[in-house]
T-cell receptor
Framework: DSGVTQTPKHLITATGQRVTLRCSPR?????VYWYQQSLDQGLQFLIQ???????AKGNILERFSAQQFPDLHSELNLSSLELGDSALYFC??????????????FGPGTRLTVL | EDQVTQSPEALRLQEGESSSLNCSYT??????LFWYRQDPGKGPEFLFT???AGEEKEKERLKATLTKKESFLHITAPKPEDSATYLC??????????????FGKGTKLSVIP
């Protein structure tokens, strides 16, 4: 158990809908990262928040957005869903900004299926 | 562009048959290299961090090594429970003092009893 929690575990929805994925980081960690993992693309970085502020963006679509709240939990919002958005979504956390020295610990993931 | 390449894509071993997985990287100013293990449908589980060429770390049947261009994950006398996908990742600078992990596509290891 990494200490990172994600809800829900599974999500099944229809095209065009909007969903929210939730992540609680490990106690004391200030950085939260979101990743998408699909069969053909591997693990892709989406976005990072540090202590409530957005710090880095990766391959995140404009239909996707995230935020980190004062209690440090984070939510990833996915809207106008398409079939291709079906994937595993992981949250990770680390103590600070510097991933060169900080280990990222991953949550169990949310499996999103868009029908 | 920072890149991470893992080989082979898949590896099938008999129980007890030792082997190595490779992770080659191109990144300016390596700040560390991370190895993770991922079971199907689960989140990546942290294994090792290596920071400088020549460094080695061990955990049970696994030993990770690092050179200036690549890292190896050596598996000695593997057991079926070592079956998983092994991922390596390096930090890439993404601006504003932040780094993001760039992952390889992984090596899927199957250990047959």
């Amino acid at each position: 158990d990494s200490g990172v929690t994600q809800t829900p575990k599974h999500l099944i929805t229809a095209t065009g809908q909007r969903v929210t994925l939730r992540c609680s980081p490990r106690s004391g960690d200030l950085s939260v990262y979101w990743y998408q993992q699909s069969l053909d693309q591997g693990l892709q970085f989406l976005i990072q928040y540090y202590n409530g502020e957005e710090r880095a963006k990766g391959n995140i679509l404009e239909r996707f957005s995230a935020q980190q709240f004062p209690d440090l939990h984070s939510e990833l919002n996915l809207s106008s869903l398409e079939l291709g958005d079906s994937a595993l979504y992981f949250c990770a956390s680390s103590p600070s900004l510097i991933t060169g020295t900080d280990t990222q610990y991953f949550g169990p993931g949310t499996r999103l299926t868009v029908l | 562009e920072d890149q991470v390449t893992q080989s082979p894509e898949a590896l099938r071993l008999q129980e007890g048959e030792s082997s190595s997985l490779n992770c080659s990287y191109t990144v300016s100013g390596l700040r560390g290299l991370f190895w993770y293990r991922q079971d199907p449908g689960k989140g990546p589980e942290f294994l090792f961090t290596l920071y400088s060429a020549g460094e080695e770390k061990e955990k049970e049947r696994l030993k990770a090594t690092l050179t200036k261009k690549e890292s190896f994950l050596h598996i000695t006398a593997p057991k079926p429970e070592d079956s998983a996908t092994y991922l390596c990742a390096v930090p890439a600078y993404s601006g504003a003092g932040s780094y993001q992990l760039t992952f390889g596509k992984g090596t899927k290891l199957s250990v047959i009893p």
